[in-house]
């Protein structure tokens, strides 16, 4: 009788493991860790207390330049000296006339070519042009296509248009990409099928490409769950990783309990930069991390500011810059020396 309960046992143990594995088959997600910070760095600072605002819509480096995007001074676009701090000139004035933009979030500049695109939602037009000749005065000039009501929209290498539209004007269409003549290519989705990639994923994501404009990995503000694209045939979802829980009040994420996710992405053919926050930490997103395109993490720092806006790397990947804020609300530009670490 013994041997026939153990027997009974085992067999429904056996079951139990199946219906287990069928069930994370159905979707069931492994949070794989909350990854541990690897140290403390210490950013040395190019520029404290900067006349920005808090919003910076961009940031790129551009032969020993740092290129800004906010509205300051009736401009969007601002260029410092990477290395000085020096602000050297400003360019794009706000809404004058043609080739001006009246709202800019963020721009795309292919640092091989020199090719400078800008998308202003408010007139629905991109802009595009030479980053040495905006530099020099010369204006932007739109591309001639009606791209619609977008959130952002950027060139690709491939002769394609990337389109990020808003959920209440296309609620099927998360990302798509275009020909030059309207022609819709592929598309992606909403993720209807997982509850936590459904929170937030009609705000404004956090996207970053590879340089040679063929990746793309896009987040959304809360735990951290970051989403990766091949973008070489239109636009195709290759695979998500899940690093931390997305805790819930009111059927709405709590951002203090689930950690701030990605706040910032800086893509690179090589790897993916990006900026996030812990969990309970009162809203700070000060870490860094770097992750490979397979969104494994490689280093991940932490700082001693409150918050790290944005960030970008230099050709060589040896420079990250970024712009963040002190614990006394005080703007900078700071760097860190990435072979040292």
Known sequence: MKRKFLKLLFFFGVIVAVIGCSQKKKGVVDWELIFPVDKEVELEMILENPVMPNVIGDIDYYKGKLVLMYEMNDCHVHFF??????????????????????????????????????????????????????????????????????????????????????????????????????????????????????????????????????????AASPGLIMEFFDLKNGIEKTHTRYFRKIFLDNDYPDSNRSGIGITDFYGTDKYIYATFGEPNTNRRYDNIAIFDWDGNPMKIFRTKYKKLFKICVDDEERLLYVVGEKEDGNYFLAKLDLSKH
Do not use: W
């Not at 701090?85 to 963020?106: D, K, Q």
């Not at 721009?107 to 400078?116: A, N």
């Not at 690709?156 to 020909?179: A, S, T, V």
């Open 81 to 218: 000296n990477a290395e000085t701090g020096e602000e050297l000139c400003s360019a794009l004035h706000v809404g004058r006339g043609p080739g001006e933009l009246i709202v800019a979030r963020r721009f795309s500049l292919d640092g091989k070519t020199g090719t400078f695109s800008v998308y202003d939602p408010m007139t629905q037009q991109l802009l595009s042009g030479n980053i040495d000749s905006l530099y020099n005065g010369v204006l932007l000039s739109p591309v001639n296509e009606d791209f619609g009501q977008s959130l952002s929209v950027f060139p690709l290498p491939q002769g394609y248009f990337f389109f990020q539209p808003p959920l209440i004007k296309d609620p099927e269409r998360r990302y798509f990409i275009k020909r030059s003549n309207g022609e819709i290519v592929k598309y992606e989705g909403y993720p209807y099928d997982d509850l936590n990639l459904l929170f937030r994923v009609a705000a404004t994501y956090q996207m970053g490409v590879s340089r040679d404009g063929t990746r793309m990995v896009a």
